[in-house]
């Protein structure tokens, strides 16, 4: 088959066209086909790839890197030491990826920040190798990074949470495995766990994340926050409480002018005291017994409620209000 010459008048070259109506030759495309495609190349492999160039080291060298970034803070030996342990947060990362199952890349990220821990803590000078070392900083930076993004809400912030995270339905499995019921207690035993942190685990892990602000019901306005209970007071329930004190105090105000001088000491004193006087002291007092004292007082009690009664027909609402004198 004869190829048309390219220097015929008028023709330009032009990529990935036709040579020749004819001759149906096709021109080779000047780029690969990786560089076409609409993902060009596997982002993970390209790490592997890039962390594969970097030599192990050996014990010597590592003592001898450690020594420099612990006496002198030589980041180049700090560089060394982390590049050459790469390959190892990707190993434990690997271990992780069944409980994440999400993007690897993730965990290598947090576990290359923890590699960098190791290195600034590393003790060159104690006979504990650098990787062996380095792995529990790289375990605890992978395992807080999935314990906190797990869930939009946090489900293990204490020791005892993180532990039962990664180990509770492991065990269940296992005694189910061996013939026993997975019950709290025994759970608690094997996990070295309260039956308390057991329960509220499971709980946390069978359940769903819930917005407090999405419907109670698909047909209802009212979001599920609105029916939380709150140990602090509103704002409303505070200005009330004010409100019912002041009228209470007012009340009493009025109640003293009906009172004779002795019950109004009594009131005062014994009553409506915050450090109340003896019943002998006030006895001593008037030349009275401490059985009268405590006779007159319970009956200025029980005028008082009488009193309130008549002039706030509501008032057995108000008894739980404290009255600061």
Partial sequence: MNKTSKKQKGYKKR???????????????????????LVKFDP??????????????????????????MEGGDTEAAYVLVTANLRLVVKIALEFQRIWMQNLLDLIQEGN???????????????????????????AYILKFIMDNWRLVKIGTTQGQRKLFFKLKKEKQKLIDQGFDPKPK????????????????????????????APLKDDSDAGRIEFLSSEVESTEDQVAKK???????????????????RELEIFEQRIFADNPATLQDIG??????????????????????TFFKQDMPDFDSYDSVEVSS
């Fill in 15 to 37: 990529p990935d066209k036709i040579k020749n109506e004819n001759s149906g030759d096709i021109k080779k495309p000047e780029h690969s086909s990786s560089d076409t495609a």
């Fill in 44 to 69: 993970l492999q390209r790490y592997l790839a890039e962390i594969s160039k970097y030599k192990l080291l050996t014990r010597e060298q590592e003592i001898e890197l450690g020594k420099r970034v």
């Fill in 113 to 139: 920040i923890g590699l960098m821990q190791a290195v600034k803590k590393f003790d060159p000078y104690k006979n504990v190798k650098f990787s062996y070392y380095a792995s529990f900083w790289i375990k």
């Fill in 186 to 213: 025994l759970l608690s035993e094997r996990l070295g766990v309260s039956e308390r942190e057991i329960v509220d685990m499971d709980q946390r892990l069978d359940g769903w994340d819930v917005s407090l602000d």
């Fill in 243 to 261: 409100e019912i004190e002041t009228l209470l105090h007012n009340k009493i105000d009025e109640f003293k002018k009906t009172m004779t001088e």
């Fill in 284 to 305: 001593d007092r008037y030349g009275i017994s401490r059985e009268r004292v405590r006779q007159v007082e319970k009956n200025i009690i029980k005028k008082l409620r």
